[in-house]
């Protein structure tokens, strides 16, 4: 994408457009994660029911801040790499829609130095929602033409020029205990 392109689409996003975009792990579906409407329309589209809760996917743990009920002592875990993607479920605050949380007291967020993450956090100056492109039970898409095919009526844009990573979901831990929820192995 273009710097151009790049600054459309991050604007695009901040009025709640919902994409579909390669990401640190898998591709994925996204939107900004303060617009309910947005959130509804990507649960819609996977059939998903709200009361799972979504993952935050961000550049930088500063833009997750305010989702989190955790002190910064307790959060280092979250910024030493890892030598594969972990998602974090982290005590969410009073701040945290349930939109993104679901049914759970916590909120799931991983950080991420993916080169389309970097750009639109930082434009957006906030995480992004992220949550694999497929609809409830079937298998995600693992590349921009299936995205197309599959979701791409449903989509505002579908984001290419990036690299996805290993197309295996990501590590999933409780940051107070540590213990694994789900492994990427």
Known sequence: ???????????????????????????????????????????????????????????????????????????KPICVPADRPTTWLVPASAFCPPWIRGNFPSVAIRITDHPLMQILCDRLESPIVSTSANRAGRSPVRNALQMRKQFGQELDHI??????????PSEIKFLDTGITVRSSR
């Open 159 to 168: 984001v290419t020029g990036f690299a996805a990573g290993s197309g295996q």
């Open 1 to 75: 994408m273009s710097p151009w392109a790049l600054n459309r689409f991050s604007h695009e996003v901040s009025r709640g457009a919902v994409f579909g975009y390669p990401t640190d792990t898998i591709w994925g579906f996204g939107c900004h994660p303060l617009i309910a409407a947005s959130v509804a329309r990507i649960l819609q589209i996977k059939q998903r029911s709200p009361d799972k809760g979504l993952i935050l996917l961000s550049s930088r743990l500063e833009y997750c801040a305010a989702y989190l009920d955790a002190e910064p002592e307790q959060l």
